[in-house]
């Protein structure tokens, strides 16, 4: 196990009628004037919003609205976000909404305390000095950015969907209320499920080893996430089920499964890229990408695949033939795909690539030729495209 730092500031308020408490979060946090950020109008029609609004009222905290967060967030919403928090004398931003309301809320806080380009942050030319403190109500269980140091951003100009982490962005609280997942529709729901097992298994597939107690902690968040996920097809509305998906997608993104190794991450860098082109829901595309992944890496560490297969997916290990049983298990997660409805090709997306795009897409996850991805396995420009051919 390699040295690691475990660092989760975020205090996690869980439970049914959280959101009454956001004005006395914020209160605690000597907030004057928030910036509410939210995605569409489900947080209106819900009742949310007022709910929000009426808690913050409550503690006499003053407060500004700005909807319209999007999947693959906008960079074009957090210049306006920065541009609304400098007039209006933000110093303090609360999104209510899922990943992309918090990843761009993320954004504003950084640019307002930036005088360059907010972008600047996403293209690694520096990296964030300062945030406006930030909180969540969270409507989604997918990304796991209500706990996480992470932010992702889609530039309109290029369709660049690119990242920048900091510690500096972790939001101060979460207020996690299964309940307010109940309206989501059954793709979302499971793109979120697929996105939680992602960032687990980004972190699990790695070369570390002595890694047993993080590993087991990874491995039973796998297996909690197929079988709640199965539940919710049929039960929506399932309380229990919706409470271990939603608390899942926190731990999943937090560090905790990472701890004392290096994870891989490649299928997020070449799902970005699917994300930028084609605007596709980001659980999705990793699903698309994932097997055609796998199959090309999995020959690095054969053993590695197959305790996934046996201990994730149940596949019965055949101690003869260790291939066979790591192949098994990556066919046997794209079946769990399959039977919560999302795709394990691009063209079951609605996508069918050309070679043009898919030699573009290569390199723009290249950076322009410029650098590998992942730990499992580096992958330079030519197997992105590799990659992408065969998940086509």
Excluded at 262 to 271: F, I, K, N, R, V
Excluded at 273 to 292: K, N, P, Q, T
Excluded at 334 to 347: A, L, Q
Aim: aromatic content about 8%.
């Amino acid at each position: 196990m390699q040295q690691f730092q475990y660092f989760t500031p975020t205090k996690v308020v869980f439970g049914k009628d959280t959101e009454s408490q956001v004005g006395k979060l914020v209160r605690e946090q000597k907030a004057k004037k928030v910036l509410i950020h939210y995605g569409g109008g489900s947080a209106k029609r819900s009742g949310l919003l007022d709910r929000v609004e009426a808690s913050l009222k409550a503690e006499g905290i003053s407060y500004v609205t700005l909807g319209g967060a999007v999947p693959n967030p906008r960079l074009s919403k957090v210049y306006e976000g920065i541009e609304l928090g400098k007039k209006e004398g933000v110093d303090f931003i609360l999104a209510v909404g899922g990943g992309s309301a918090i990843d761009s809320a993320k954004g504003i806080g950084y640019g307002l305390c930036y005088e360059g380009d907010v972008w600047d942050f996403y293209l690694k030319k520096c990296l964030p000095q300062a945030c406006v403190p930030l909180g969540v109500v969270l409507t989604m269980a997918a990304t796991g950015s209500e706990m996480s140091d992470s932010s992702v951003i889609t530039n309109e100009e290029g369709w660049l969907k690119r990242s920048t982490k900091s510690d500096l962005g972790r939001p101060k609280f979460a207020i996690l209320n299964p309940e307010l997942t109940y309206t989501l529709p059954e793709y979302q729901t499971m793109c979120g499920c697929v996105d939680i097992m992602m960032h687990t298994m980004e972190r699990y597939f790695s070369h570390e080893k002595d890694t047993e107690l993080v590993d087991a902690i990874a491995e039973g968040l796998l297996r909690t996430m197929i079988h709640n996920a199965k539940i919710l097809l049929t039960d929506p509305c399932n309380y229990e089920a919706r409470s271990e998906v939603m608390w899942a997608g926190s731990l999943s993104h937090n560090g905790l499964t990472g701890c004392g190794r290096t994870g891989d991450w490649a299928c997020h860098q070449l799902e970005h890229e699917l994300g930028g082109m084609f605007d596709v829901a980001h659980g999705a595309g990793l699903a698309a990408v994932w097997g055609s992944w796998a199959r090309y890496v999995y020959q690095e560490d054969v053993s590695r695949f197959v305790q996934f297969a046996v201990h994730v997916m149940g596949v019965k290990e055949n101690p003869e033939k260790p291939e066979e049983t790591a192949l098994a298990g990556i066919e046997a997660l794209e079946e769990f795909f399959r039977s919560i409805h999302m795709p394990v090709s691009i063209s079951e997306m609605g996508e069918n690539l050309t070679e043009e795009q898919i030699g573009e897409l290569a390199y723009k996850c290249s950076f322009m030729d410029t650098r590998t991805i992942g730990g499992f396995r580096k992958l330079d420009r030519e197997d992105m495209a590799k990659i992408y051919r065969m998940a086509r």
